[in-house]
């Protein structure tokens, strides 16, 4: 596979003579950030990270997506931290989208560029270094690893998105395809974090009404994506974030693949009752 084009929060501000109109919205069954509202002014910092800030685009929400948070990380060249996860029982994948970073993972260090994919198991002793010449921006997918009696507790791995073969969905000549980084029937795994890819023109012919939470970040391209009963346009750069059971389809637009990084909870039993 060939190098590829992957969008990135743009951070600036506005002109004051820019429209208020935009795309973005927020109902109970989803929402859209597009990339124009991902501006310095929403950045966050974060404890024991340097040289870094971070746009967060979905955090857990009683009564909206409840499973993971996801977040742009932009971290200057140097910087970065030595101790980045507070959280023992969180999981994580990083995915870089820009520059280039030094993953030291299990004893090993890595560098990630731009397509660079890495799976972080609870409880995992990390570091990470902006390497390059320009800052580094990759997403930060974190879960509550949901740990079951008799699963061992998966194993770091860094891989890329050029190094994995896209799998066609079935009847469809591979004009839907899925980049998977984690074979689905590994059920030491409670989360997935694939990239979709869909070639101009091609759908997904239905409406997907499923419990998985999803978070869509566009990497590349654009589409007419069906959300709830709602159709909206999204571009590379913006994000879709969906609840349980929303409804979703797509038409892929442009004159170039659609393609976006999908999160989505799986392979544990639905707890009963409240905490």
């Known amino acids: 596979m ?76 140097g910087g970065g931290s030595d101790g980045p996860e ?17 993953l030291s993972l299990a004893a090993t260090t890595y560098t990630l560029a731009p397509g660079g994919y890495a799976y972080i198991p609870p409880a995992a002793e990390w570091t990470l270094r902006s390497t390059g010449a320009e800052p580094a921006r990759f997403h930060w997918i974190r879960k509550r690893y949901e740990k079951v009696e008799g699963l061992d507790t998966p194993t770091a791995f860094v891989s890329s998105d050029q190094e994995i073969e896209p799998i066609p969905m079935p009847g469809t000549e591979g004009k839907w395809a899925t980049t998977r980084f984690v074979e689905p029937t590994d059920l030491r795994h409670d989360m997935h974090v694939n990239i979709v890819t869909l070639q101009p023109g091609a759908v997904i012919p239905f409406a997907e009404t499923h419990v998985m939470e999803h978070g869509l970040y566009v990497l590349e391209g654009k589409a007419v994506y069906r959300l709830n009963r709602d159709w909206v346009e999204v571009e590379a750069g913006d994000y879709m974030w969906l609840r349980a059971f929303c409804p979703q389809a797509c038409y892929a637009g442009g004159p170039g693949p659609f393609r976006y990084l999908l999160y989505k909870d799986v392979n544990r039993h639905m707890k009963l009752g409240r905490p």
């Not at 969180?90 to 870089?96: C, K, N, Q, R, T």
């Open 2 to 77: 060939t190098d590829r084009p992957y969008a990135s929060a743009p951070g600036g501000l506005p002109p004051q003579t820019q429209l208020l109109s935009d795309r973005a919205v927020f109902t109970d069954a989803y929402a859209v950030i597009p990339r124009g509202v991902m501006a310095d002014i929403v950045t966050s910092y974060l404890p024991f990270w340097d040289k870094t800030r971070l746009w967060v685009i979905s955090r857990p929400l009683s009564g909206f997506a409840e499973t993971f948070s996801q977040y742009i990380m932009e971290v200057a060249p």
């Open 86 to 102: 507070p959280d023992a029982e969180a999981e994580g994948v990083l995915f870089v989208t820009a520059g280039e970073i030094s």
